[in-house]
């Protein structure tokens, strides 16, 4: 990678290059900031080759490293046919979009074009995945989670169903990261976070850093270790001390319970793993449980539930209490 003419082939081609776009570390992040300062001319085909790989990579556990190096393989070759240096980038990338449709209808797609210049992310239940924005940030969505992101001169967007958890990058120009839910939006410049967007409330908590969230009647500023809370159906913002641990811990695979009522626990089961839940009777459902759990195997949660509470359960379909 030391020549200074490059094509979209080398980028796309390069181990090194794929993990500073999805999972940059320090030696990545040293590497290529030196790369881009030795060589500005470059820097146009760079963006291009780093939204292309943020549009195809997605790395599930079901897929092998060589299937997915195979895919890269039949990607750069279909670019082979027609492919220009940096001299036409604009025509290169009609090709390379035309190109990465294709290899999204192979099976390659965690994120798609949304129109628009809009990049839309998404988990099935029970999976959890870490992207890298356009913009440089992350964010891990917990499963059956969506996100849309666009960039504009002015700000940074994302659309958020479902929860997700960020680190976003400061940038030069302080343009602002915005957070959309079903109520309130959440503005940021630099910071780690987490949202709930879900079930007719939304949540926020904040690990570092600082946020505002508001809506058409209130604005809140917040501060390591808050939670603002917001329900659809009082339209109201409330504030309270909490442990961002908690509310993150599913990103680091755990799910983590401190006396929470078994309603609750009903209510993630269904959004995160899909089970149809109900209830015998209303008791049941104040039954508290504390407790650490791997987030990934599911069904060591329900043993524990089944030997607490009377709970039946056949296939995806579960059922608390007496009859």
Same mark, same amino acid.
């Given at each position: 990678m030391d020549r200074? %003419?490059?094509?979209i082939e080398d980028l796309l081609q390069n181990p090194h290059f794929r993990k500073w776009v999805l999972r940059p570390d320090a030696d990545?992040?040293?590497?290529?900031?030196q790369w881009q300062a030795q060589h500005p001319e470059q820097q146009k085909l760079l963006e291009e080759a780093r939204e292309i790989v943020l549009l195809v990579e997605k790395e599930h556990s079901s897929t092998h490293q060589a299937d997915t190096e195979n895919q890269w393989q039949r990607l750069v070759r279909s670019l082979r046919i027609n492919t220009q240096p940096v001299a036409e980038p604009k025509g290169l990338w009609l090709k390379v979009a035309a190109t990465v449709s294709v290899v999204i209808m192979l099976g390659l797609g965690a994120y798609w074009w949304a129109g628009q210049g809009s990049i839309r992310y998404a988990?099935?239940?029970? %999976?959890i995945e870490t992207y890298s924005l356009p913009d440089g940030s992350t964010v891990v969505l917990n499963a059956n989670s969506s996100l849309t992101y666009q960039q504009s001169g002015l700000q940074r967007e994302v659309w958020l169903q479902g929860e997700g958890f960020f680190e976003v990058v400061h940038t030069e120009d302080d343009k602002k990261f915005v957070v959309h839910t079903r109520g309130p939006e959440v503005e940021v410049l630099g910071t780690a976070f987490y949202v709930n967007n879900?079930?007719?409330?939304?949540?926020?908590?904040l690990n570092s850093g600082?946020?505002?969230?508001?809506?058409e009647k209130q604005s809140m500023n917040m501060v390591p270790g808050e939670l603002v809370a917001y329900q659809e159906e009082t339209r109201q913002l409330?504030?309270?001390?909490?442990?961002p641990a908690i509310h993150s811990a599913w990103k680091d695979n755990l799910l983590i319970f401190d006396q929470t009522p078994l309603i609750k626990i009903a209510q993630l089961l269904k959004d995160h793993y899909g089970y149809s839940?109900?209830?015998?009777?209303q008791a049941v459902q104040k039954e508290a449980f504390t407790g650490t759990f791997p987030a990934d195997r599911?069904?060591?949660?329900?043993?524990?539930?089944?030997?607490s509470v009377p709970m039946t359960q056949e296939d995806r379909r579960i059922v608390f209490g007496q009859p």
């Open positions: 200074k %003419q490059i094509t990545t992040r040293r590497f290529w900031k988990t099935g239940y029970g %999976q879900r079930d007719q409330q939304v949540k926020v908590v600082r946020v505002a969230v508001h809506n409330k504030k309270q001390i909490t442990d839940v109900t209830f015998k009777n599911i069904h060591v949660l329900l043993t524990t539930l089944q030997k």
